[in-house]
Every structure is written in structure tokens, then in C-alpha cells.
């Protein structure tokens, strides 16, 4: 299988995307850290993580998403647009009684800057994709039950 082809969330059928395989590797190589503060979670994608595990236990939630507006299709824009997105994301969440805790992922490459994001507990796959739809995402990370993060394309 190709890069620029990709499992969907059940793992079942491959699927295609409109997204280039050198931005999908970025993607999956990024590093997801939940929390911005000394004690945060750092995850990689598809690699279970028992930290994670133990925060889904403590909020008492089975799922997750985590969901930037920062650069929208993964077009650089600038710092202000940047900020003005994130803010209406986290606006959208409290409105709709989503706790969002901040959050942000990183190239350990150094080729992209920093993007903050949001670790959404319990919201439901189908939310999440929407959400990310909303904001313009190329791809959401999603985390089930089973505390793996998994990329899912939304192109």
C-alpha cells in the first residue's frame, strides 16, 4: 500500500485521497501533544499510548478527536489568521458544551511550524469529521477506546 493510500477508521478497506503522500508522512510523523503544560501527553500516531489509556479512564470518556484550524488544506497563512482560527474553533466548542483542552503538534523535522489544536474528549467520529470539515482540515487525528491515535483524511 501507498503512502497516498490510507485505512479508514475501521481498518477495513483502503481508501483513497486527494491529499499528497509527502503531506500525509508529515501528518503521521508529527508529534500530538495533549496540554500545554509540563505533565502533557505526547502521542504518535498509530501507537498505542497507556498515558492516554489512563486520561480517557480519569475524564470518563471512550473517544476523542484532535482538531486545528491552523493553516486550513495545510496552506501557510499568517500568524494573525492563524490565531483568529483557533479562537473561533474554541469558541464553536464552548458554544456546543465541548471541553477542548489545548493542545499542539509539532514536525520534529522542523519543516512546519507549531500548530495549536484541541484534544476534544468525547466527541463522536462523526463530529469530528464535520468539525475538521468546518475548519477547513486536510485530516483530524482520531483516538477510540483502544488509545491509538489514527490519522483520518478528510479529503
Known amino acids: 500500500m501507498t503512502i497516498a493510500m490510507r ?11 486527494t491529499i499528497s503522500g509527502s503531506l500525509i508522512a508529515n501528518y503521521t510523523h508529527a508529534d500530538y501533544r495533549i ?16 498515558s492516554l489509556a489512563q486520561f480517557l479512564v480519569t475524564l470518563n470518556q471512550s473517544c476523542a478527536a484532535i482538531i486545528s484550524a491552523y493553516n486550513p488544506y495545510s496552506q501557510l497563512v499568517s500568524d494573525e489568521e492563524n490565531v483568529v482560527a483557533h479562537e473561533s474553533l474554541r469558541h464553536f466548542l ?14 520534529p523535522a522542523g519543516v512546519w511550524p507549531a500548530e495549536k489544536s484541541f484534544f476534544i474528549p468525547g466527541i463522536d467520529i462523526h463530529s469530528a469529521k464535520s468539525l475538521g470539515q468546518l475548519f477547513n ?4 487525528v482520531w483516538v477510540d ?8 483524511l478528510l479529503r
Request: glycine fraction near 4%.
Open 7 to 17: 485505512m479508514n477508521i475501521n481498518r477495513k478497506n483502503p481508501i483513497s485521497s
Open 35 to 50: 496540554g500545554t503544560a509540563a505533565d502533557c501527553i505526547t502521542l504518535t500516531i498509530d501507537q498505542y499510548s497507556e
Open 94 to 107: 464552548t458554544y456546543h458544551a465541548y471541553q477542548g483542552i489545548e493542545s499542539v503538534h509539532t514536525d
Open 137 to 140: 482540515q486536510n485530516a483530524i
Open 145 to 152: 477506546r483502544d488509545a491509538i491515535p489514527r490519522l483520518v
